[in-house]
């Protein structure tokens, strides 16, 4: 008897094998028939059958033969990622004792299925489960057991409604003695019926090519034109924008001054700007702050008639003779009588508001002083320094001092006068030159201009 049964399970292998095969063949051809599907797809709604073979693994302590499993499921999606799935397995097996009896085990299963790329021909998912394990047999665990499986597994979509599927699942329950981990692996075709269709997405159709645009008719279309609001009838450049052809800044159609040296500075209406107001514009004008209605020559500079090195416009004796020497006034200095053979005359020295820098024009002042001072070795001075009136007291007192100073460092070091010929005072504004009113106003008047000078005092003859 003993033999018989193991001809039989033998039989049984051999009939599960040829049906494998079988199944693998078909699969096969399947595959090589639909090269080309279309739109494949695992879609929301669908219906599923899955026919299945495989294999099952028993776990060694329950002393049964792994064999061939047959099974059938069906399946419901409800969205294209989300799925159920019951399933039936049937293993037809022996015992591996002595006696080698028959075994039956039919496994009941309901999954929820989750697929990646639901869109695309191959589709991988995951899937876990409940269900129950019935084992019929001259084995221990001979009855209904329930389960839990988790797995996972492809599906390859040859047509819309056809996948070829291959899964794994990991099948655990508890024996009646011990904990057991089985093992089902199966390949089959899963067949889906209705669900919802997708259509291919259409590509909306091309615009008529439109003609290029040029709001502003400078014949510059507007995907170029940097300027796209020129008004009508200006010249523009190759992007659109007014020329501005000496670079300045001012477009040419606004340009009152279109030759402008380049790197000029210019006012709104592209000319040179003359901060001054006297007629020359900065970049030729050497003294670019001479006062509001001042007369100038070609360099912007105060107009000297008499050439006396005062300016007309301070000059109270405009005619004096060409060499004769003028005090801070223009007005020839009065020959001591007592030494009229030899006279020693220094000039009062002019600063601009709120400096004690020396102007140019002070500079050829002291030029003259020093010569003078050379020529009379014996002679020492004391340098007084002055401030007009506009302004704290305190303030225009260190003024002064600042002036007398810079005066006393000039005459030292670019004219080589010793610093024991020279003294310094500072007066500020307690010895005014003339008369003035101190407001905002007249801070460059005459009278303000006179008041802001040096004074040069012999102190030894």
Same mark, same amino acid.
């Given at each position: 008897?003993?033999?018989?049964?193991?001809?039989?399970?033998?039989?049984?292998?051999?009939?599960?094998?040829?049906?494998?095969?079988?199944?693998?063949?078909?699969?096969?051809?399947?595959?090589?028939?639909?090269?080309?599907?279309?739109?494949?797809?695992?879609?929301?709604?669908?219906?599923?059958?899955?026919?299945?073979?495989?294999?099952?693994?028993?776990?060694?302590?329950?002393?049964?033969?792994?064999?061939?499993? &047959? !099974?059938? #499921? *069906?399946? %419901?999606?409800? @969205?294209? /990622?989300?799925?159920?799935? +019951?399933?039936?397995?049937? =293993?037809?097996?022996?015992?591996?004792?002595?006696?080698?009896?028959?075994?039956?085990?039919?496994?009941?299963?309901?999954?929820?299925?989750?697929?990646?790329?639901?869109?695309?021909?191959?589709?991988?998912?995951?899937?876990?489960?409940?269900?129950?394990?019935?084992?019929?047999?001259?084995?221990?665990?001979?009855?209904?057991?329930?389960?839990?499986? &988790? !797995?996972? #597994? *492809?599906? %390859?979509?040859? @047509?819309? /409604?056809?996948?070829?599927? +291959?899964?794994?699942?990991? =099948?655990?329950?508890?024996?009646?003695?011990?904990?057991?981990?089985?093992?089902?692996?199966?390949?089959?075709?899963?067949?889906?019926?209705?669900?919802?269709?997708?259509?291919?997405?259409?590509?909306?159709?091309?615009?008529?090519?439109?003609?290029?645009?040029?709001?502003?008719?400078?014949?510059?279309?507007?995907?170029?034109?940097?300027?796209?609001?020129?008004?009508? #009838?200006?010249?523009?450049?190759?992007?659109?924008?007014?020329?501005d052809s000496d670079g300045d800044g001012v477009p040419d159609y606004?340009?009152?001054?279109?030759?402008?040296?380049?790197?000029?500075?210019?006012?709104?209406?592209?000319?040179?700007k003359d901060s001054d107001g006297d007629g020359v514009p900065d970049?030729?004008?050497?003294?670019?702050?001479?006062?509001?209605?001042?007369?100038?020559?070609?360099?912007?500079?105060?107009?000297?008639?008499?050439?006396?090195?005062?300016?007309?416009?301070?000059?109270?004796?405009?005619?004096?003779?060409?060499?004769?020497?003028?005090?801070?006034?223009?007005?020839?200095?009065?020959?001591?009588?007592?030494?009229?053979?030899?006279?020693?005359?220094?000039?009062?020295?002019?600063?601009?508001?709120?400096?004690?820098?020396?102007?140019?024009?002070?500079?050829?002042?002291?030029?003259?002083?020093?010569?003078?001072?050379?020529?009379?070795?014996?002679?020492?001075?004391?340098?007084?320094?002055?401030?007009?009136?506009?302004?704290?007291?305190?303030?225009?007192?260190?003024?002064?001092?600042?002036?007398?100073?810079?005066?006393?460092?000039?005459?030292?070091?670019?004219?080589?006068?010793?610093?024991?010929?020279?003294?310094?005072?500072?007066?500020?504004?307690?010895?005014?030159?003339?008369?003035?009113?101190?407001?905002?106003?007249?801070?460059?008047?005459?009278?303000?201009?006179?008041?802001?000078?040096?004074?040069?005092?012999?102190?030894?003859?």
């Amino acid at each position: 008897m003993v033999g018989i049964s193991k001809n039989i399970s033998s039989i049984k292998r051999g009939i599960m094998l040829i049906i494998f095969k079988f199944v693998a063949v078909a699969i096969v051809i399947l595959l090589t028939a639909f090269p080309n599907a279309g739109l494949a797809e695992n879609k929301a709604g669908a219906v599923t059958l899955n026919p299945n073979i495989g294999g099952y693994v028993f776990e060694g302590n329950q002393h049964i033969d792994n064999n061939v499993a &047959y !099974g059938l #499921g *069906l399946g %419901y999606n409800f @969205t294209e /990622n989300w799925g159920v799935e +019951g399933n039936f397995n049937n =293993i037809n097996t022996d015992a591996d004792s002595h006696g080698a009896d028959d075994v039956q085990a039919y496994i009941y299963r309901i999954d929820g299925l989750y697929h990646f790329m639901p869109e695309k021909k191959l589709v991988p998912f995951v899937a876990a489960g409940i269900g129950a394990i019935t084992l019929n047999g001259a084995i221990k665990d001979d009855g209904t057991f329930a389960l839990f499986n &988790y !797995g996972g #597994g *492809l599906k %390859y979509f040859l @047509t819309q /409604n056809l996948a070829l599927r +291959g899964d794994v699942r990991h =099948i655990l329950f508890r024996g009646k003695d011990d904990q057991v981990n089985n093992l089902i692996y199966t390949l089959g075709l899963t067949f889906a019926f209705g669900g919802e269709e997708k259509k291919e997405a259409v590509p909306p159709p091309a615009p008529e090519p439109s003609q290029p645009k040029d709001s502003d008719g400078d014949g510059v279309y507007d995907d170029i034109d940097k300027c796209p609001d020129t008004p009508k #009838g200006v010249a523009v450049d190759m992007y659109g924008c007014p020329k501005d052809s000496d670079g300045d800044g001012v477009p040419d159609y606004l340009d009152k001054c279109p030759d402008t040296p380049k790197g000029v500075a210019v006012d709104i209406n592209g000319c040179p700007k003359d901060s001054d107001g006297d007629g020359v514009p900065d970049y030729l004008d050497k003294c670019p702050d001479t006062p509001k209605g001042v007369a100038v020559d070609v360099n912007g500079c105060p107009k000297d008639s008499d050439g006396d090195g005062v300016p007309d416009y301070l000059d109270l004796c405009p005619d004096t003779p060409k060499g004769v020497e003028v005090d801070s006034s223009g007005c020839p200095r009065p020959v001591p009588a007592a030494r009229a053979e030899k006279t020693v005359d220094l000039q009062d020295l002019p600063f601009d508001f709120d400096k004690s820098t020396l102007t140019e024009e002070a500079q050829g002042v002291l030029k003259k002083n020093i010569q003078t001072l050379k020529e009379n070795p014996d002679v020492k001075i004391r340098i007084e320094g002055h401030s007009c009136a506009h302004g704290p007291d305190d303030y225009n007192l260190r003024l002064s001092e600042r002036r007398a100073n810079a005066i006393k460092e000039y005459l030292i070091k670019e004219g080589g006068i010793s610093p024991d010929r020279m003294s310094t005072i500072a007066y500020g504004e307690t010895r005014l030159a003339m008369p003035e009113i101190p407001t905002p106003q007249n801070k460059n008047s005459i009278e303000a201009k006179t008041n802001r000078r040096v004074h040069f005092e012999l102190i030894k003859y």
